[in-house]
């Protein structure tokens, strides 16, 4: 298919002729390999403020204020001046291009942390639906915090931990949901995930997985919570069972012998929790049915499940993940593995969770080949976009885009061991949510960059000073534009480490970079724009 560099051919060529079915969004996206961010304004005018992201819709600029007590919400616009010259284009920009507010309009500040909480500058959650946001501020972290409660014993807790439900349209607070005495992975959304309306948090220390839903009318509502109970009544059931056996019988009451007595004062560690048993259970059910003969079922059953009992019951939650409204991803380790950097040496397994049911429906370890053959040929899936979101749905992976397969592929075949690579890339299971950029020029389809130094997923990364180039996929492999993070003339000081961050605007050609070094200096902060 002809495909010109010239944007006037390429809109008459749109209007002759009629992509195949399904293709016009895909079409559409091809437009962005010649509207590019080619033009950089270095160390921009810009305020003292905490760069967080774009919204998925890319209507709002998502930031917080350096104390880490505001949320400022800016909306995007764009730079404009007049000319009165002929070759305006080769003209320099007007001085008043160096200044942020040139692209953004200040909404609104809004303060959101309380006495003694601090805002958490790396969550946020956005839903396009309602264009409501959802943030996180919190206590200090008390690492020595004792287990009680029911708590797990080497989790840290934190007093007060308090999301706030927000429009953003006037950055109304809407609702709030505090946790307390508790603990939350909050750092780059990981132990949050959201789905349409519905929000999954996981409380590390209390093992347990709250539902809640997002209303129109902006509340925040209990679904359930699945942890000790799965079902809404297996509380009220259990006590009930238990106030019954605890009544002494008429013939018994000088006889407490019998075990009513303990059975009454039964501490509540004594039982597995309810997710927990219907893994066990699981886990049972699949060996007893891999043999046949009664003999060789029972030397399976003791070899594979009751010689690893122990360790199947002393799991706990690491991180969960919506796959639709009604089926979670639960990632399971060792307590150990909870508060690790790297889990790479802790055993993992995945679970999938019917919430409806509450039944487990597949169980697998981290170096299964069947659940890598899933993620490689579905990873569409596990990134369970909300059917709301429009452009998260054109993020590229391996299972939707044959240059990112290619480059999975070359990888696997570099790697020294299957079984460690497969490790490796199931550690990405749950994915974070919203961690992604749906920017066009993270399209692998349509631009060729070197991901070791920018990339779709939302992380800080080390600064270099070389500019970042995006050559075009198609022939002739033209270099589109470059991204420079960092002072135009470069860095003097190569010994300080500096990292960068990226925001990409998820439709125009616009996009943030941001460089920071580690001893609290100035950051510096670049726009890259078409000109």
Known sequence: MFRSNNVAARIFERQISSPAPGTSVHCARRFYENIVPSHTIYEIE?????????????????????????????????????????DCLNRDLPSKANKFESFFTQLY?????????????????YSEKNQYGIFATSTAQIHDAPAVGGAIQGIPSIEKITFHLIRLEDGVILDERVFCNDYINLAHSMGVFLYDDLVA?????????????????????????IGEYCREDDELFLNSSSQGMAIPDRNTTQNIGNGLESIHHMPETSFLSGLKQRLLSFILRGIWNEEHDPTSRMQCLKKKF??????????????????????????????????????DNHPAFFAVYNMETTEIISF????????????????????????????????????????????????????????QFVKKMLATLPFNCQSQSPSPYFDHSLFRYDEKLISATDRHRQSTDHPIKFILRRQPNTLKFKIKPGPESGNSDTRTKKISSFLFHPILPLAISVQQTLFLQPAVVNIHFRR
């Open 201 to 225: 948090i996981v409380s590390l220390r209390y093992q347990r997985i709250h539902i809640l839903q997002i209303r129109d009318s902006g509340d925040l509502v209990d679904v359930r919570s």
């Open 109 to 125: 500040c809004v303060t959101l942390a309380a006495s003694g909480e601090l805002i958490c500058k790396d969550f946020f959650l």
């Open 46 to 86: 810009c305020p003292d403020i905490l760069f967080r992201k774009f919204s998925d819709d890319g209507n709002y600029l998502v930031t917080f204020s350096r104390n880490h007590q505001d949320l400022v919400v800016y909306r995007p616009t764009w730079l404009s001046f007049s000319c009165r010259e002929d």
């Open 306 to 343: 009751y010689f690893h009992f122990q360790d199947y019951a002393d799991l706990v939650i690491w991180k969960v993940q919506f796959l639709d409204r009604h089926h979670l991803l639960i990632k399971f380790g060792s307590v150990d593995g909870v508060m690790a950097r790297n889990t």
């Open 364 to 419: 697998y370890q981290n170096s299964a080949e069947d659940l890598y053959t899933l993620f490689e040929l579905f990873c569409d899936h596990f990134h369970s976009s909300s059917k709301n979101s429009f452009y998260m749905n054109f993020l590229s992976t391996h299972s939707n885009n044959i240059y990112a397969l290619e480059q999975l592929k070359c990888n696997k075949t570099k790697a020294s061991s299957c079984q």
